[in-house]
């Protein structure tokens, strides 16, 4: 009798390899990269060149002469960290920040565990958890560069949306008072540029990238999906409870890192439960703690600590709840 041998999780069907998942990805990211060019021009630009060289570099030369195994750098994932942790940079932030996040992200969060499918945490924001702990001043300098491509637009110092808000509320203003001093749209939130890191230019440009992969079927919508529920759901409870001192749920999904981080970080294959239960669970507690540090924190921002420590979570998680038995021998007759 022939038996049905099933190696271990992740299981990838079909024609589908590391490398054209990975390149599925970046391709899901092209529309936010060009939107970035479009509002910030070479400095958007350079970012996501030293972001990508940098992380390809450094992990070709840790496999060239530390662990000397197996190279990995054809299949596109570092390319993808570098290209993420750009993306979650400010604008102006200089070239040699990005270059010391790559080597926090692929040298620490990524090679020290061993490499691609053993790290525990997403690399990418493990290095800007680090730059912005390290670096603070510059992590959260949002000056608008100017941009070659637009001219006339010359270089503006500003804030993100949620900053303003933040500092705004603890000087006793309303969340209308806010918004009229400010003159916030959901518009300009969806389709346009507003304050924050280089991937968080348009929300519109992210749900295009979330389609796509929907589409070629490279992520499961269980995980971004649960964190964009449970977003709404939780911050509109307190909204509802008192909204002239809480932003409505609307705007908390439009504005930071929310739809970045569960479009493109949360649902990284090796930090992300494998069940479909354990996904949800997974991005349930991603969006209760994104509320939670976002209301209560000291950091207007909170969806990176949050996917760090939901991270944590998913070897219990998937202890906790297995996916479904493959392989099982069915007697014949």
């Not at 021009?41 to 992990?59: N, R, T």
């Not at 499961?220 to 002239?244: E, Q, T």
Request: a positive charge; proline letters at 5%.
């Amino acid at each position: 009798m022939k038996k049905l041998l099933v190696s271990p999780a992740p299981h990838i069907h079909g024609n589908d390899n590391t490398k054209a998942l990975m390149r599925d990805v970046i391709i899901a990211l092209s529309p936010s990269l060009l939107v970035s060019f479009y509002y910030f021009g070479l400095s958007a630009v350079k970012l996501a060149l030293v972001g990508a060289i940098s992380c390809l570099l450094i992990e070709y030369l840790i496999q060239r002469f530390i662990i000397k195994g197996k190279r990995t750098i054809n299949d596109y994932s570092a390319v993808l960290t570098g290209l993420l942790l750009a993306l979650n940079l400010p604008p102006s932030a200089p070239w040699w920040i990005v270059l010391i996040g790559s080597i926090v992200a692929i040298g620490i969060a990524k090679m020290s565990f061993g490499g691609l499918g053993q790290n525990i945490f997403n690399p990418a924001l493990v290095g800007r958890v680090f730059l912005l702990i390290s670096f603070p001043v510059i992590m959260t300098d949002w000056t608008t560069p100017f941009s070659l491509f637009r001219p006339g637009v010359d270089s503006t110092s500003g804030a993100t949306a949620l900053s303003i808000v933040k500092e705004g509320l603890s000087k006793g203003m309303t969340m209308d008072t806010i918004f009229s001093e400010n003159n916030f749209s959901y518009a300009q939130m969806l389709f346009s540029k507003i304050g924050g890191s280089v991937g968080e230019v348009s929300s519109f440009a992210l749900l295009l990238g979330f389609i796509y992969l929907l589409v070629r079927r490279v992520i499961k919508p269980h995980i971004p999906l649960s964190i964009i529920v449970s977003v709404f759901l939780f911050s509109g409870i307190f909204w509802i409870l008192d909204p002239a001192h809480n932003p409505d749920p609307v705007f908390t999904l439009l504005t930071g890192g929310i739809l970045l981080g569960a479009i493109f970080m949360a649902t990284d294959y090796v930090t992300s439960p494998m069940s479909t239960r354990g996904m949800i669970i997974f991005g349930v507690g991603i969006g209760i703690l994104t509320v939670l540090i976002r209301n209560f924190g000291a950091y207007p921002e909170g969806v990176s600590f949050a996917i760090l420590i939901m991270n944590a979570t998913v070897p219990l998680i998937n202890n906790i709840f297995k996916s479904k038995k493959f392989g099982k021998e069915v007697k014949n007759g």
